[in-house]
């Protein structure tokens, strides 16, 4: 090909390029405007930071640390720990005192919030509605199904611990959970099941009870359902959206997942996001850059390092290093309330 001709097709190319630029810039400039986090020019690091501390989940596999909380003397004990830390939320599960496994159990329940809220320590409380969806599949269909290991109830029922507790008046919490979409947990043959309708329920219940709803999205397509509750006007503004990465086999832990759903967000949310084993820590300084809250804690990581078991106090102090090291600051429970408008 002649010099000339190359020119020309380079310059064409060329041409070609600044028109593609163009359209994309021109077309998505009310985009950016909406979603900040996605201009170039704009600065979308989160500089006031909630920390959000897990104390203990439901899987049996975080027994095994020496740190894991069992009985709720010491399910309060390390929420307090973790609050006197710098955690503005705790995040609480509860289990059966003698056994070690999770419980559904209002009683317990009603002795964890007491003892938080009698300590005097100031701390938003967070009780999970995630029991009560797993369906253990049998290997023969209906014949076997649903299989040992299963604990599938009703939306109310996964509910009755904060319906109780609201009812009482005393110890209402703050936050109720809503895991916003069926998964395959795990490897083998078990599920989480968590239906349209059944959300729309547990929406309503949290509503009527004056409970914000922490919504729990472990994929894209929960993101999505959020929405329409939002557009159903089952949600009211601001949401409250906890973006959970990595759990088998929900979304991945990587950037680009997780940014495709931040970039999803519905417009009017307080969102954060967590990842699960060693990919906790890096995840808060991910967290924070890209705009959200933080979330670390037992229930998604037993370990301060390498070998070393760690205490939900020391996490939450590890998490507030890494926000402070990066000149943000760490939220108060008091300035947490106001920025998520809880009641």
């Known amino acids: ?30 985009w950016r405007r909406r979603h900040p986090l996605c201009s170039i020019k704009g600065n979308s690091m989160n500089h006031d930071v909630i920390i959000s501390c ?35 939320i705790v995040h609480i599960h509860v289990r059966d005192p003698e056994t070690g ?19 005097k320590v100031d701390v938003i409380v967070n009780l999970t509605c995630g029991m009560g969806g797993y369906i253990v599949v049998g290997d023969h269909g209906l014949k076997d199904t649903p299989a040992p290991g299963s604990d599938f109830v009703t939306q109310e029922d996964r509910m009755r611990h904060i319906i109780d507790l609201c009812h009482e008046g005393l110890y209402r919490p703050d936050i109720a959970t809503l895991d ?36 729990e999205i472990f994929d894209t397509g929960n993101l999505w359902f959020v929405k329409q509750m939002i557009k159903e006007g ?22 680009g997942h997780l940014l ?23 995840w808060v300084a991910q967290s924070v850059l890209l705009g959200g809250n933080v979330r670390v804690g037992l229930e998604d990581n037993l370990y301060l390092s390498k070998g070393v078991y760690a205490s939900n106090a020391q996490l939450v102090e ?26």
């Open 318 to 343: 590890k998490a507030r290093t890494i926000i402070e090291a990066m000149g943000a600051r760490v939220l108060t429970p008091a300035q947490a309330r106001e920025k998520l408008q809880l009641r």
């Open 101 to 119: 496994v999770f419980s559904m159990e209002t009683r317990h329940y009603r002795e964890v919030v007491k003892r938080i809220r009698e300590s």
């Open 260 to 282: 495709a759903m931040v970039n999803s967000l519905p417009e009017d949310c307080n969102w954060g996001t967590f990842a699960i084993s060693r990919m906790q820590m890096p």
């Open 1 to 30: 090909m002649r010099p000339a001709r190359v020119l020309a097709v380079v310059r064409g190319r060329s041409q070609v390029a600044e028109t593609a630029f163009k359209y994309y810039h021109d077309n998505n400039k009310n």
């Open 180 to 215: 916003c979409g069926s998964l395959n947990f795990g490897d083998g043959n078990r599920a989480y099941i968590s239906t349209p309708n059944y959300l729309r329920q547990g929406a309503a219940i949290a509503r009527d009870l004056g409970v914000k709803p922490e919504l």
């Open 234 to 255: 089952l949600l009211a503004a601001p949401s409250l959206i906890q973006l959970c990465m990595g759990i088998p086999w929900g979304v991945p832990a990587d950037v």
């Open 54 to 88: 897990a104390v203990t989940g439901d899987d049996t596999k975080v027994t095994k640390s020496p740190h894991c909380a069992i009985t709720p003397e010491q399910i309060a004990a390390t929420a307090i720990a973790a609050a006197n830390a710098g955690a503005a």
